[in-house]
């Protein structure tokens, strides 16, 4: 699991937090924009918003078998998989290209 808390949780509004998480094949336990679903599949992460308490929530974690939690990765990778690559703008490699192109210029 990652823990994956947006500083600011308004609509439309998603930093890398989430995104690298998939990356490094976790689950997020995500907290941001009520929107996130218009832009992350709801089967990739698990949304804190989906829950009445953090103890439902550390419950729910802690009932996950490994098939079910091998769901949430393959959905998450499926996720970034099906990005293009300028949308990816959060990703090392994006963010090292940029800051490449910047010294050669």
């Known amino acids: 699991f990652t823990i994956c808390y947006e500083n600011l949780a308004q609509e439309g509004q998603l930093t ?4 690298h998480s998939f990356l490094s094949g976790s689950i997020p336990i995500y907290y941001g924009p009520k ?5 992350i599949p709801k ?21 996950i ?15 970034i998989l099906s990005l293009k690559k300028d949308q990816m703008k959060h990703s ?6 940029s800051f490449f192109k910047l010294l050669l210029e």
């Open 92 to 97: 090392p490699e994006y963010i090292a290209n």
């Open 35 to 39: 929107d996130i679903n218009k832009y």
């Open 16 to 19: 890398e937090k989430i995104i």
């Open 65 to 79: 078998d490994n098939n079910k939690a091998k769901k949430y990765i393959i959905e998450g990778r499926n996720f």
């Open 43 to 63: 089967n990739a992460f698990i949304n804190v918003r989906d829950f009445k308490s953090l103890d439902e929530l550390h419950a729910f974690m802690d009932n």
